[in-house]
Structure formats: C-alpha cells, structure tokens
C-alpha cells in the first residue's frame, strides 16, 4: 500500500516516504526550514542563511536553486525572496505545510462523501491530496487526477484504478493541466469531483492561475456533485481569476475555527456548509494524575 502523507516534526510530508536519516530527507527538511524563514522575513541574505543552517555557501545556493525552479523563491543579487502574490501561487512543498491539522480534518469529512463503486476527480491541491489516506477504506474507486503527487501516491493502492490525466507539466504544482489534460477530462463522466482553491472573496472562489482554474472547470463540468473544501485561511486571502460561487457547490466543508458570522452569511446564501472538527491533542497523564 502507498504511503500517506502524515505531519512531522519539520512538517515536510515529502520525506515521509524515506527514511528519517537519508541524506534526501535531510535535505528536503533544511529545504523547508529554509523556505520558511524566508517567507517569514519576507527577503533574506543567502550569507545569513548559511550561517543559521550551518551549511556552505554552495549548499546553500544548490537549495536555493531547486526552489526557484520549483516557483518557491526568487534570488536576485545574493538576496533571497518569497514569491506568493495574488498573481503568483506558491509551490506545492509549501503549501502542503499549510494549515496541515486543518486540512486533514477537512480531508477525513470530504471521505465521508465517497461510495464503493464511484469514480471520482481529485484536483491537484493539497488538502485535497490529505484524502489519501482515507481512499483504501472506501475501495473500490476509480479515481481520476491530475496530480503527479496523489498518482505516486495511490499507484500501489490495492482495488484503486488510478487514471492519470497527461498534458503540460507544471513543477510548481506538480501537476499537468493545459489543453490536452481539458479534453482528456471531457472525455469522462464522474460521480465526484473534490478541489480546493486559493481564495474566497465575495463568496466566490478565485485562483492566481487562469490555467488552473480552466482545467479545474473542467473537472467541474464533468462531475455528478461537487465538493469544496476550504480551510479558514482562504476567507483571508485573494487571487485573480474567478472559478465558482459557493452556492454551485454540492457541499462546502470549511474547518472549525471559520468565523461564525461568515458561516451564517453563507447558510444564509443556501450554500451547504458543513464544519470539519479539529481533533483534540491527546492529553498525556503524569505520575500525579
């Protein structure tokens, strides 16, 4: 059976699938310290960088690089920056770090909704890529995707028929879309279709990419029902390009911490809103209790 995503100690869930003390999943982990620092400063020296890693400067430029590529980052003159805008998405590695518990707890609802026997569509998302987990329980499924991710990760899952949808590769998401992926998928006809976006505003949902929001339309179309699921974060956000109004979902799940008079609003709009309850940390018992 694939592995599944799970949260770690330096929340990167790439380096799940390999052993803790691998050289690779000691590099993606620094990666993602280093992403983070730089999205929390918002710009950094690549000299500062080395020095709180304790790494060397072409280390230090060798992982810079790679983010680059991958649309994390920008380095200009020796100087490190984020790019995340309303225009610019960021990539799927720090995404995927994002309001992790949030997502899963969205993640274990939206499973709720699954049928044995269903063929579903799965965008490329993050929270939708915490679905994972939950799909070998309601086997079989056929399902269909996008993501280069979520393929890795259910190609060996047992009574899974997996349907990998082709086109231009984007590294930033790790995903194909374009004009071939849209006439693979209005090719079929599926039960369900689960995505996540960017943003909300105006209770309408927006993407940074015109790209993505055309092939996710085309899920869209090609589905019996539509699933929505946002975390709390995405009411605070805003990007370009409009996909739907809430109200043309089936079912929108939302985690618990969204703002009570947002949720309200949009009953009150006859959007299907359902809360995804936050799990409680275990309590641990001492020797007093």
Not at 91 to 109: C, G, M
Not at 247 to 254: L, R
Request: aromatic share 6%.
């Amino acid at each position: 059976m694939a592995q599944n995503p799970q949260d770690n100690s330096l929340g990167v869930f790439m380096a799940e699938t390999l052993p803790s003390d691998s050289r690779q999943a000691r590099q993606l982990a620094r990666r993602q310290l280093i992403a983070e620092a730089v999205m929390a400063a918002g710009a950094i020296r690549i000299e500062e960088l080395t020095e709180r890693f304790g790494i060397s400067l072409m280390t230090a430029h060798r992982d810079i690089d790679e983010m680059v590529e991958r649309g994390l980052l920008h380095k200009s003159r020796g100087v490190v920056s984020a790019t995340p805008t309303s225009l610019v998405e960021s990539s799927d590695i720090y995404r995927a770090t994002r309001q992790l518990e949030e997502k899963q707890a969205i993640a274990e609802v939206a499973a709720g909704y699954l049928e044995t026997g269903q063929a579903i569509f799965l965008d490329d998302s993050t929270t939708v890529l915490q679905m994972a987990r939950f799909l070998p329980a309601k086997a079989p499924l056929t399902v269909i995707t996008n993501s280069l991710t979520l393929m890795s990760e259910l190609k060996n899952v047992r009574d899974i028929t997996l349907l990998g949808l082709g086109g231009q590769f984007h590294n930033w998401c790790n995903a194909f879309m374009g004009r071939m992926t849209r006439k693979e998928i209005a090719s079929l006809r599926a039960d369900m279709f689960f995505v996540s976006m960017s943003a909300i505003t105006d209770d309408t949902v927006f993407h940074q990419s015109a790209e993505t929001v055309e092939t996710k339309r085309a899920m869209f179309e090609s589905s019996q029902k539509r699933v929505l699921m946002m975390d709390n974060t995405k009411f605070e956000r805003r990007a370009l390009h409009s996909f739907a109004h809430l109200s043309e979902f089936d079912v929108v799940i939302v985690n618990q911490g969204t703002p009570v008079p947002t949720l309200h609003r949009l009953q009150d709009l006859g959007v299907n809103v359902v809360i995804a309850p936050l799990k409680m940390p275990a309590v641990r018992k001492t020797a007093e209790d």
